[in-house]
């Protein structure tokens, strides 16, 4: 849907099929450990709030129960798969369940070595959309509380998986407001945007969650943690942020799957998958690059070619 500018009506998603997802992800998961075919299943659970959901291994096929799938199963599995993750790797061989967004980012994950393909059943779950931040975990899945990647989502049906469950309903056609902001930025001065990012970076607190949610930030020993010799200042300090925001973007541009999951997480609400998106459309137009298509070792950053644009060595 293009945007006329008018307020959008607020149009409920119909979840469904969440029900039907819920139900085979547990027969799923019950059989594969029965089956000793996996040792332990990443899933989603009920949490304390009502409604709410949030990440759980099981090892029995007892537990198979208490899997569920929800607009409120907001987190990006994959992050448990990385090799970082050592007490969740040493339970053995694993499935996952991974929404389409999620499912990009194992194929980076397995592009760059984290676990292998055969190392992992991944039961992809059909899916409508998710909970934006900050909305309550009973909420019905509407336009107004959506989270904004699923406005502009085009892999509702995770293929690659393993195994897919759950039914994709009709969806309604929303407006793409983050693709609208982005275009906003594009048509922006270099100085604005340089304005209009420094405004953005101000309130950072430095918390770090965005780091620790990601998947691609598994480094054992971060170089913004480093205090000998320390390459960016850890106070939250504009100069720090500043330098903590361009180390973040460069370090996983050419490699960010776009899950969103470190601008969900941000408490001061910081637009940080704009900047994802930025950088991911920069890899496209130069190098033609989309990261989480299929596993790749390198990407544009980490390879060289000869053929490589070398035009703004001057
Ligand atoms: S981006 Fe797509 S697959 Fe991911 S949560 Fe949203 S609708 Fe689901
Ligand atoms: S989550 Fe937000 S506030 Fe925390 S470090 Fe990241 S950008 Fe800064
Ligand atoms: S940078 Fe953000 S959007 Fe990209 S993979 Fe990490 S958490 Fe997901």
């Known amino acids: 849907m293009k945007s006329t500018g008018k307020p959008e009506p607020t149009v409920t998603i119909d979840t469904s099929g969440y029900a039907v997802a819920t139900e085979e992800i547990r027969s799923e998961a019950k059989r594969l ?22 990440p759980v291994i099981i090892t029995d096929p007892a537990q198979a129960e208490q899997l569920v799938f929800s607009p409120a199963c907001v987190n990006n599995l994959s992050i448990y ?3 970082a993750k050592k007490e969740i790797r040493a339970k053995g061989k694993l499935a996952v369940v991974a929404k389409g967004c999620d499912l990009r ?17 991944i039961i992809g779950v059909t899916c409508a959309g998710v909970h934006s931040a900050g909305v309550q975990p009973n909420e019905p899945l509407t336009s107004a509380t959506i989270a904004k ?5 085009s892999v509702h049906i995770p293929e690659g998986a393993d195994l897919i469950v759950g039914k994709l309903p009709l969806l309604p056609d929303l407006t793409p407001t983050e ?15 340089w304005e209009y990012w420094k405004e953005q970076f101000t ?6 969650a965005c780091r620790q949610v990601c998947p691609f930030c598994y480094c054992e020993q971060c170089l913004c943690d480093r205090g000998r010799p320390q390459a960016v200042d850890t106070s939250p300090r504009p100069s720090g942020n500043m330098g903590w925001h361009i180390v973040r973007a460069m370090h996983l541009a050419g490699r960010c799957s776009g899950c969103a999951e470190c601008e969900r997480v941000c408490p001061m609400d910081i637009p940080l998958n704009l900047l994802n998106r930025k950088m991911a459309q920069e890899l496209k137009e130069l190098y033609q690059y989309e990261a989480g298509l299929t596993p790749q070792e390198k990407g544009p950053l980490t390879s060289y070619d000869e053929k490589d644009d070398q035009s703004f060595i001057k």
Do not use: H, N, W
């Open 81 to 83: 798969l990385t090799k």
């Open 179 to 193: 693709k609208e902001l982005l275009e906003k930025l594009d048509a922006m001065t270099p100085g604005e945007r």
């Open 33 to 54: 450990l029965l089956e000793k075919i996996v040792d332990a299943v990443v899933g989603y659970q009920s949490g304390r709030r009502k409604g709410s959901a949030v």
């Open 105 to 121: 980012a194992l194929a980076g994950l397995m592009g760059e070595s984290q676990f292998k393909r055969e190392e992992v059943v």
């Open 149 to 153: 990647k699923c406005r502009e989502c």
């Open 203 to 208: 309130r950072c607190i430095r918390c770090l």
